[in-house]
């Protein structure tokens, strides 16, 4: 297919150091959002999630913060590992009319994490 | 792991000849999608699906057809492949959860027109 977008940025880090991604969204009405990560020759895969109503979320070794008034959300992996080598991507979508439910999926950010 | 699959995994065909890739989920729920992604490459919305017998075209052109007769089955169809179409292709499903709408992936279709 041809290419539409741009080639994915790049993230290289150490393993046990902590990993920002960064991601800019495009919808102000956007209220939930979403992290996935993929793995090369696999789909995308959920990591953790966050509703605009909050500014902050932590799961296993992640954390999402959202702000809102600049419309930026971030993912936070803690210690690092080689197995964390992905392609990360973070969708939004709003609820309501009949684009409830579709998400806006961002560049994404391809990780590398060197032993 | 979410409960969707995608067959085939990877597909070599040759320009002209019409194709189906499958995905099928497990999970009972009413929405489905098809994402269209190049190597390195974002996921592109090509159709979505809110139920049996409702498709949609999503944000990306796409020359391919889908139909939803079934909850579990929604395949996606080219008529005529051509090289342009060479791509990964990406089903996934969604319910609404305690007002969160969380996609699950299948694996893929890797597809190469000759």
């Known amino acids: 297919g041809e290419s539409v977008g741009l080639h994915l940025p790049t993230l290289s880090v150490q393993e046990g150091d902590n990993s920002i991604i960064n991601c800019a969204y495009s919808n102000s009405a956007s209220d939930y959002f979403i992290w996935y990560k993929q793995e090369s020759g696999k789909g995308p895969q959920f990591i953790i999630d966050i509703r605009s109503n909050m500014d902050k979320r932590q799961g296993q070794r992640v954390t999402v913060l959202l702000n809102k008034t600049v419309k930026h959300l971030s993912l936070q992996i803690a210690a690092t590992q080689p197995g964390d080598s992905a392609v990360y991507f973070c969708?939004?979508?709003?609820?309501?009319?009949?684009?409830?439910?579709?998400?806006?999926f961002g560049q994404g950010t391809i990780l590398t994490v060197h032993p | 792991e979410a409960d969707i699959y995608q067959t085939p995994r990877y597909l070599v065909i040759g320009t002209g000849k019409k194709i189906t890739l499958e995905c099928s989920q497990t999970m009972g729920h009413d929405k489905m999608y098809w994402y269209q992604q190049d190597p390195g490459m974002e996921l592109h919305l090509i159709h979505y699906s809110y139920g049996v017998n409702s498709t949609e075209k999503g944000d990306l052109s796409s020359e391919s057809t889908v139909s939803r007769i079934r909850t579990e089955h929604f395949p996606l169809t080219l008529e005529s492949a051509r090289p342009s179409h060479t791509s990964q292709y990406l089903c996934?499903?969604?319910?609404?959860?305690?007002?969160?709408?969380?996609?699950?992936f299948g694996p893929g279709t890797r597809l190469l027109v000759l």
């Open positions: 996934a499903s969604s319910e609404p959860r305690l007002a969160k709408e969380t996609q699950y």
């Open positions: 969708a939004e979508t709003f609820a309501g009319g009949t684009s409830y439910g579709k998400l806006t």
